[in-house]
């Protein structure tokens, strides 16, 4: 069957040709940052959920429960993983008090971080900002134009976002998991069959029941959070 479409006449850059290789660099490394968000909500529903304090009978169901969150952690994306961060953090009554703002923010991007991942990008206009075909679940059209300066603007405020979900670890004494700094770590938390949780970061290890605080060698740190925290 013939195509229509005559291959060898298309741009070597094709579709991405209209717009310049600086602004693919930076729609890169935003959605990295917004993958970065991520996992670091991820570890901070780990501390947040392993630091809960469990007595008695709750501590065996607290087991089976923890391993659901920590493994559906693995595969949630922004907006999910919001509701669940903020879930774990307010069953703390010594939240950090500005929870609220902070997950605000989250979520006022997570609107943007699903435009920039899926939307269908147009060629630019006179002004180099290009609008890019998305619509939410709601069938919400996303209306603003992108260009190089958006992105990095939004780039800064998901790194902001980033280093506020570490803080918010440590506002409660708390080490973040999988970083360095001072605070009180958790031992580990493992899956009710013993296994280890997948989202736990290489130095966590024992059990739920042993999740208590100990102080941690910040030296054994191998992961990339290690010079954030």
């Known amino acids: 069957m013939l195509s229509p479409i005559d291959r060898n006449r298309l741009d070597p850059q094709f579709p991405t040709q209209y717009h310049d ?15 970065f968000l ?27 429960e923890l391993a659901g969150i920590l493994e559906s952690a693995l ?27 902070l997950v605000a923010r989250i979520r006022s991007r997570t609107n943007d971080r699903n435009a920039i991942c899926h939307g269908a990008w147009m060629p630019p206009d006179v002004e180099g900002k290009s ?9 919400i059209e996303f209306k603003t134009k992108v260009d190089l300066v958006w992105l990095k603007e ?8 980033i280093v506020e979900v570490i803080n918010s670890v440590h506002f409660m004494g708390w080490q973040f998991p999988g970083g360095a700094g001072p605070g009180t770590c958790m031992e580990g938390i ?9 989202v736990a970061p290489p130095q966590v290890g024992a059990s739920l029941e042993s999740a208590k605080g100990v102080e941690c060698d910040s030296s054994s740190s191998t992961s990339a959070l290690s010079h954030l925290s």
């Open 21 to 35: 290789a600086a602004l693919w660099e930076q729609l890169g490394r935003t959605v990295a940052a917004f993958g």
């Open 38 to 64: 991520e996992d670091v909500l991820a570890r901070a529903v780990l501390a947040f959920s392993g630091m809960q304090e469990y007595k008695g009978e709750d501590k065996k169901n607290a087991m089976g």
């Open 75 to 101: 595969k949630d994306a922004l907006g999910k993983l919001t509701d669940v961060y903020v879930s774990r953090v307010k069953m703390h009554s010594n939240a950090p008090p500005y929870i609220d703002d």
């Open 131 to 139: 609008r890019l075909l998305y619509f939410d679940r709601k069938r």
């Open 154 to 161: 939004c780039h800064l405020e998901v790194t902001s976002l």
């Open 190 to 198: 493992r899956k009710s069959d013993g296994s280890a949780a997948a």
